[in-house]
């Protein structure tokens, strides 16, 4: 190994603010996998870049290695093994994270709907976001890790499948994310970009959305860092070959109705149905549905792809492909009208202690409730009680009466829920009714394109709107 190579050398020299060549870059990708780089080496170089960053070429090579460090999956040898059906495009959406987001319990169904494959790798939840398995793990019977017939049956059967990355996915990420965890470098914007694409890539797709969180409920908190990343995810996909598109979305309240894992798959049924579809949780998912149609190929333009959306929704056909794929990955057979969902032993109303309108919602303090509700996780080995969440969740400037329902508590125990009464009342703030009060950001606040990285929209304060 030549000098340049060893770990200290390549640690020096990110440190002393210098880019590194592919040449280093695989070699740290490679002592990531087969150990030969330690743990105190790799934090160290994983501090070095959240202070001094990455060009883009630098988190493009990094992207690469990672993606090649495992398995890679090869959508075209799986056509030609499988027979008809699987000719499609391989389409894929990513969330940052935040309380309530079941988007891809929709979008999934509806982009395979109108003709796109969707083998959805997804993830579980940790801190105070939730995560898509955990919500579809509610499901008695539910597959996260299928076997290769299981899940060819199941896209041929639904077009989608929402299922758990395999050991040799992108392996590099899994431990270099275990180290950036504890180690305070979860936060920088090129060991994020890299962890996210790494998989996507790995997975052989041909198009991806990326819905970016913003607000205090989201890992970015600031309209110009969520601009940031959503430009980095979007140049490093476009500079790997992978084309793709990022919305910003608001996530300054909860989206839907409710947030826990089993509450959270009930309420994506009865909006598959059309039985109750909250605006802000519709308009994202339809955004997003119709992005990714644009990007794979499937619309002419945006409002053919918004129609095609919307269509496949209203047609009932979105939940015929949501049903087939829970019967195919082992859930209920009928999920749309008996989903057999755990429910909470207790549940209670959250009465509004004075008039008011509800003009500000601490949604990281909501998520936080969950966790000690036991409907998340401290450590990613902590068991998820599917049971316990919130739902009739209310949104921003809605007016209410004194001994009125702010929300519903489900919870495993009195003793649970007489504990989260008191966090629950502090994250929301009920403003005397007819004072002033800050208007919510739209819920889509900006778009980041695909194939320009040109940022359009805005958030409060600036000159035009993305909605």
Not at 175 to 203: F, G, Q
Not at 268 to 292: H, N
Not at 309 to 314: E, G, Y
């Amino acid at each position: 190994m030549s000098a340049e190579l060893l770990p200290a050398e390549i640690i020096r020299a990110k440190r002393d603010r210098r880019t590194l060549s592919a040449p280093q870059i695989q070699s740290f990708v490679r002592g990531l996998v087969d150990g030969s780089w330690g743990e105190g080496q790799i934090a160290a170089l994983a501090m070095a870049v959240l202070l001094n960053g990455m060009t883009r070429d630098e988190a493009v090579l990094l992207t690469r290695a990672m993606t090649y460090s495992g398995q890679l999956l090869c959508w075209d040898e799986v056509v030609r093994d499988s027979g008809a059906g699987l000719d499609k495009p391989v389409l894929d959406k990513h969330s940052t994270g935040g309380v309530g987001d079941k988007v891809s319990l929709m979008l999934a169904p509806i982009v395979a709907a109108c003709g796109g494959l969707v083998p959805m790798i997804s993830g579980r939840g940790l801190g105070h976001t939730g995560g898509t398995l955990d919500k579809l793990q509610s499901l008695p019977g539910y597959r996260i890790d299928p076997s290769r017939a299981q899940l060819l049956a199941c896209l041929r059967a639904a077009g989608c499948a929402i299922i758990g990355a395999s050991a040799d996915l992108a392996p590099a990420d899994k431990r270099l994310y275990a180290i950036r965890d504890v180690t305070a470098t979860v936060e920088s914007l090129p060991l994020i970009t890299a962890s996210i694409l790494s998989k996507k890539l790995a997975a052989g797709l041909q198009a991806l959305v990326l819905d970016v969180k913003l607000g205090n409920g989201a890992f970015m908190t600031t309209l110009p860092d969520a601009q940031a990343l959503a430009h980095s995810l979007v140049d490093v996909a476009g500079a790997a070959g992978l084309p793709s598109a990022a919305l910003i979305t608001d996530m300054n309240q909860p989206l839907g109705r409710s947030a826990g894992n089993a509450l959270e798959v009930a309420e994506a049924v009865a909006f598959l149905t059309g039985a109750e579809r909250e605006p802000r949780l519709l308009k994202v998912t339809l955004d997003l549905s119709a992005r990714l149609l644009q990007l794979g190929g499937l619309a002419r333009d945006a409002v053919d792809a918004m129609h095609l959306a919307q269509a496949a929704l209203s047609s009932g056909r979105a939940a015929e492909q949501f049903a087939r794929m829970v019967a195919a990955l082992g859930g209920p057979r009928d999920v749309l009208r008996d989903a057999q969902l755990p429910a909470a032993p207790l549940q209670r109303a959250l009465l509004a202690p004075c008039d008011g309108v509800l003009s500000h919602v601490d949604t990281r303090a909501l998520g936080l409730v969950l966790v000690e509700l036991g409907g998340g996780r401290r450590l990613a080995s902590d068991a998820v009680d599917p049971r316990v969440g919130l739902s009739q969740l209310l949104p921003l400037g809605t007016l209410v009466r004194a001994g009125e329902p702010l929300l519903q508590l489900h919870a495993a125990s009195a003793a649970a829920a007489d504990a989260a009464q008191a966090a629950l009342l502090a994250a929301l703030t009920l403003a005397e009714p007819g004072v002033p009060e800050s208007v919510a950001a739209p819920v889509v606040i900006a778009r980041i394109d695909a194939r320009t990285g040109a940022h359009t929209g805005a958030h409060t304060g600036a000159h035009t709107s993305a909605s």
